[in-house]
């Protein structure tokens, strides 16, 4: 089992690792003032990252959808990004939401991006990680995840975790996901050291 967390998830908390190229990255919770970063990256996706993300075609993205992905509140919606740490300008990297279904829900739906230039260097797992270990603390046991048919990467990660498909009328799969599996999986097989960054920097204890 997981030891409880003795470091408190908050707007400041923020952890420095490398991707698996050797560039440095800082990961931290998302923002309300993070819009903006939020924009740009959605801009900065290809159309097919774009499309696999948000299931649309849109290029400038709904102000709406800008709005809702920056109310995160770190217990109904929870959210990690990642900048590159370099130059001045520490250009959004990708991010990942936890997004409960209902307040309090020990349930909430999983959805990640990463730009097209930070992907296959272990950005996802960190970011999955930094947000598995926030929602255990959170009190969320389960995810539920959305992903198109043609999204290999993103069912070849899930199910990598231990998400298990469920049955579902539409054409995208549905999977579930248990937040202690999953976060077992990535501290037991062998993941992007900043993984283990991760990991460490909530405290958590190898499972025993």
């Known amino acids: 089992m997981f ?14 690792t490398r991707l698996t190229d ?7 919770p998302i923002r309300p003032s993070d819009q903006s970063r939020i924009r740009d990256g959605i801009i900065e996706m290809s159309d097919q990252a774009r499309y696999l993300r948000f299931f649309s075609t ?10 809702r992905l920056g109310a995160v509140d770190g217990h109904t919606h929870i959210g ?24 309090d829900s020990p349930t909430a739906e999983l959805a990640i991006a990463v730009l097209d230039e930070y992907q296959g260097l272990g950005l996802a797992r960190m ?8 929602c255990l603390k959170a009190g969320i046991q389960t995810m539920d995840i959305h992903i198109l048919p043609e999204n290999k990467p993103a069912t070849t990660l899930m199910l990598s975790l231990g998400a298990r498909r ?9 999977y579930t996901l248990d937040v202690k599996d999953a976060l077992l999986a990535l501290s037991h097989t062998k993941q992007p050291a900043g993984v283990a960054d991760v990991l460490a920097s909530f405290d958590m204890l190898e499972p025993v």
Not at 3 to 16: C, L, W, Y
Not at 166 to 174: G, I, M, R
């Open 3 to 16: 030891a409880s967390f003795d470091v408190p998830i908050t707007g400041t908390n923020e952890i420095e």
């Open 127 to 134: 970011l999955i990680a930094a947000v598995l270990a926030h």
């Open 58 to 67: 849109f290029r400038e993205p709904p102000e709406g959808i800008v709005k």
């Open 22 to 28: 050797g560039r440095r990255v800082n990961l931290r």
């Open 166 to 174: 469920t049955p579902a009328l539409d054409s995208v799969y549905h």
């Open 80 to 103: 990690w990004g990642a900048l590159l740490i370099e130059g001045d300008e520490h250009p959004a990297m990708g991010a990942v939401h936890a997004i409960r279904t209902q307040e």
